[in-house]
């Protein structure tokens, strides 16, 4: 996956390769938790080795996901989701039925996947939170009236300040007191992989 600022759309054949539940898990999980196992994702998920095994090598075969390089063994192969935007061509008329198809799988995944990780840290204990982390997320909802031409201002605007934002915290992931967030339209700090079980890596 090349990382420009663009961004890489997912062709056809990508978008049919990704489109199982099962494997958007993993691939969010990539993007979550940074280099996995089949064994360790395998755990997280209550799959087996070798059904993970599978989805991964499917994954990799449309360059989603990569080996990651000088890391693991033959039989323990560490995998990551190359860094970089995906974008997520949404299902249309001008698609074949098999792709349209595979385009609302994708897509509804995704978009299951980022409610229920809202929902998990709405729903967190105060006591499974470190004190320094509680007051620091944000879920904000704001009502506007705008034109189209203002949306796509206030669209660019929120862009350009994410990318900036990702720019300027890049590479610090195994700096002490950092913790992986997910930055939305809210902004909320996710479990930590280490509570269960899992290294926080990037």
């Keep these: 996956m090349t990382e420009n600022d663009e961004g890489r759309t997912l062709d056809a054949g990508a978008l049919k390769a990704l489109a199982h539940p099962l494997r958007v898990r993993i691939y969010d999980l990539l993007s979550e938790r940074g280099p996995q ?10 799959e087996t080795s070798g ?24 039989r323990e192969r560490w995998w990551e989701r190359p860094k970089g935007r995906i974008n997520l061509p949404g299902p249309d008329d001008t698609m074949s039925p098999a792709n349209r198809a595979a385009a609302q799988i994708v897509t509804s995944e995704f978009f299951r996947l980022r409610h229920q990780t809202l929902m998990d840290y709405l729903n967190r204990p105060t006591a499974d939170q470190p004190e320094e982390w509680r007051d620091a997320g944000l879920v904000m909802t704001t009502m506007l009236d705008l034109t189209p031409e203002q949306m796509l201002e206030v669209r660019q ?11 300027r915290y890049r ?6 007191g ?25």
């Excluded at 605007?157 to 720019?167: G, H, I, P, R, T």
């Excluded at 590479?171 to 002490?176: I, K, L």
């Design 37 to 46: 196992t089949a064994s360790t994702l395998a755990a997280i998920i209550g």
């Design 51 to 74: 059904a993970t095994s599978y989805h991964l090598r499917a994954l990799a075969a449309k360059d989603l996901i990569r080996e990651v390089p000088d890391r693991g063994t033959a």
């Design 157 to 167: 605007e929120l862009s350009d300040l994410v990318d900036a934002v990702v720019e």
């Design 171 to 176: 590479g610090q992931e195994s700096q002490p």
């Design 178 to 202: 950092t913790r992986r967030v997910s930055l939305r339209a809210e902004i909320f700090d996710l479990p930590a992989a280490g509570s269960r079980g899992v290294p926080n890596q990037e």
